[in-house]
Nanobody
Framework: PLVVVESGGGSVQAGGSLRLSCAAS?????????MGWFRQAPGKAREGIVV???????EYGDSLKGRFTVSRNPAKNTLNLTILSLQPEDTAVYYC????????????????????WGQGTQVTVSS
């Protein structure tokens, strides 16, 4: 089965930055995966951050453009998320998701239509 593992979370002060990584394994064609990042803050619904489709089409959440940047490594089995100018409201558990296909990057980001999810990595931003 496809296994998704996040890393890079931690505690930072407001204004700082973080780089989260997501590694996908267990799939014979790991170079061709649709992958995305989501987050869930305490007491709030899950929020889509960004999805990168197999052809590298990328869709960001409307309210998150600018401070969030996604990149995929050459082997296409790792999806990195760089977050700049972190704010306390960015405190959340950040989840990575992957699948062998997406209906579209936009729909996958809005609906979270992934079958494989990581355990999440905590990001805590203090003021």
């Amino acid at each position: 089965p496809l296994v998704v593992v996040e890393s890079g979370g931690g505690s930072v002060q407001a204004g700082g930055s973080l780089r989260l990584s997501c590694a996908a394994s267990g799939y014979s064609d790991a170079k061709n995966l649709c992958m995305g990042w989501f987050r869930q803050a305490p007491g709030k619904a899950r929020e889509g951050i960004v999805v990168m489709d197999i052809d590298d089409t990328t869709e960001y959440g409307d309210s998150l453009k600018g401070r969030f940047t996604v990149s995929r490594n050459p082997a296409k089995n790792t999806l990195n998320l760089t977050i700049l100018s972190l704010q306390p409201e960015d405190t959340a558990v950040y989840y990575c998701a992957a699948d062998t296909s997406c209906p579209s990057a936009k729909w996958a980001m809005q609906l979270g239509t992934f079958n494989f999810w990581g355990q999440g990595t905590q990001v805590t931003v203090s003021s």
